[in-house]
């Protein structure tokens, strides 16, 4: 887990985050990785940001590829998730990952990997 220069000290018992970014590439390990951040997110009642980072993908192509990794982040999630928490699936390439990935919805907490 990746904690940012942005959080303030808090007593662990009263950590509470409000958005938890899950970086997704679809390995054995960030599957691994997931039940973690699930249960992260739960606990806290968080929005659970399953993130994907495709890169080198040609420009027309992205739309379609876009929907297809959203669907598959989505089929990562427990049918019952969004009784829990707030599940959203992100798509970001290249040159916008780079700009957005360190604060989406954000968060100052990214990653278990």
């Given at each position: 887990m990746t904690i940012g220069p942005q959080v303030?000290?808090?007593?662990?018992?009263?950590?509470k985050p409000k958005?938890?970014?899950?970086?997704?590439?679809?390995?054995?390990?960030s599957l691994h990785a997931l039940p973690f951040a699930?249960?992260?997110?739960?606990?806290?009642?968080?929005?659970?940001?399953?993130?994907?980072?495709?890169?080198?993908?040609?420009?027309?192509?992205?739309?379609?590829?876009?929907?297809?990794?959203?669907?598959?982040?989505?089929d990562?999630?427990?049918?019952?998730?969004?009784?829990?928490c707030n599940p959203e699936g992100m798509v970001l390439y290249e040159f916008e990952a780079e700009k957005s990935c360190a604060s989406p919805r954000n968060a100052r907490c990214i990653g278990l990997r």
């Open positions: 303030a000290l808090v007593e662990v018992h009263t950590w958005n938890i970014v899950f970086p997704a590439d679809f390995s054995e390990t699930l249960s992260l997110a739960e606990e806290t009642q968080a929005n659970l940001i399953l993130l994907h980072g495709p890169a080198m993908v040609a420009m027309d192509a992205r739309m379609i590829l876009r929907d297809k990794i959203l669907k598959q982040l989505n990562l999630l427990p049918r019952d998730a969004s009784d829990w």
